[in-house]
């Protein structure tokens, strides 16, 4: 092909694309640029793939360092390295090399308005030795989350117990970190909250010595699914051995402290030693459930866990109450919750 012909079709690309490009670093999408850009990359591309043929050999020259002494000779080794290095590093997402793509990012989400929203999860893998599929619940923190107590399980069909997926530590065992305050210095103690998660306790069906379903000094079925409280947003990652014929439903209760409100005062309930007693207590703890029909052939299921219920105020028992008319602010603990299966 004619070398100046094509030289003018390389600068008249290269115009066009810095031109777009710059646009669409500075200004939300627009179908128009994008296309320009994308058509004019393509034509780039040809023309690029012509002039390295009728230049193969400097190009070679240049590559292999021939003629050239010392650093030079390494020269084109060098850049290609340093390329490949970049390119690793923002396909990876690494901070600083970002920069320049989040910058743009957040100038064009404040022309439309627009928020980005980040996907900094914790991520809590339980290993087990057993499970024909991979489950995991997703949960992104709402605006009153302050890192509740939770629990996971799976039932049958029906509403039978089968299995904890993940519970937090501090129910599990019973051992608070800041359990009792001793001359001013918090230390762990033994504490029972039954006020807790109620729900999951009672399902669990294992009684105490001291007459309470909460778990007491360890569990031998909880030991490998017990962990520390999320601080933040979390996916919970474990296995489960499903009948592929069968339906299931797994269940997720969520209990926040000291979060009262104009239903569930401290003075609410004055003659529950519970309730009334500890102080930690505020709203009751929320469930959601998500159901598992018969998986069959399906690669992947996701499922929005909904609200359906909360528990005793106390604890007393392991009703499920749908009415959450009075819950205010502790349905802002999970801004959404996602039941995926594998």
Not at 208 to 233: E, K, M, Q, R, Y
Not at 236 to 241: R, T, W
Not at 292 to 310: A, F, P, Q, R
Not at 316 to 341: C, F, H, M, Q, W
Request: hydrophobic share 40%; proline share 4%.
């Amino acid at each position: 092909m004619d070398r100046r012909l094509l030289g003018n079709v390389l600068i008249i690309t290269v115009l066009v694309l810095s031109g777009s490009g710059i646009m669409m670093y500075l200004m939300p999408f627009e179908k128009n640029i994008a296309s320009l850009h994308t058509v004019f990359a393509l034509l780039f591309i040809v023309a690029m793939i012509l002039h390295i043929v009728n230049n193969k050999l400097p190009l070679k020259n240049y590559i292999t360092g021939k003629r050239q002494k010392g650093l030079k000779k390494w020269q084109a080794p060098l850049v290609f390295s340093i390329v490949v290095l970049m390119a690793f590093g923002l396909y990876l997402d690494i901070p600083v090399l970002n920069t320049i793509y989040s910058t743009g990012n957040e100038l064009r989400n404040k022309q439309v308005g627009k928020t980005e929203e980040t996907r900094d999860y914790q991520i809590i893998s339980i290993e087990k030795p057993f499970g024909n599929h991979k489950l995991s619940v997703e949960l992104k923190k709402g605006d009153a989350f302050q890192y509740p107590l939770f629990a996971i399980w799976l039932e049958d069909s029906i509403g039978n117990y089968l299995e904890t997926l993940y519970v937090s530590r501090v129910i599990s065992s019973s051992i608070f970190d800041y359990g009792k305050k001793t001359d001013e210095i918090w230390e762990s103690a033994l504490v029972r909250r039954p006020e807790a998660l109620p729900y999951w306790s009672h399902k669990r069906g294992i009684e105490a010595a001291d007459g309470l379903f909460v778990p007491l000094n360890g569990a031998l079925d909880l030991d490998a699914v017990s962990g520390a409280t999320p601080t933040g947003s979390f996916a919970v990652k474990s296995q489960v051995d499903l009948d592929e014929n069968a339906r299931y439903r797994v269940l997720i209760e969520l209990n926040q402290s000291y979060d009262w409100n104009e239903y569930y005062t401290k003075d609410s309930y004055p003659n529950d030693k519970v309730y009334s007693g500890s102080g930690q207590v505020g709203q009751p703890s929320l469930i959601y459930g998500a159901e598992i029909e018969k998986i069959g052939n399906t690669n992947t299921i996701h499922k929005i866990m909904s609200l359906i219920g909360h528990g005793h105020h106390s604890g007393e028992n392991g009703n499920l109450y749908p009415d959450v008319s009075n819950i205010t602010s502790a349905k802002k603990i999970a801004n959404r919750i996602i039941l995926t299966l594998e």
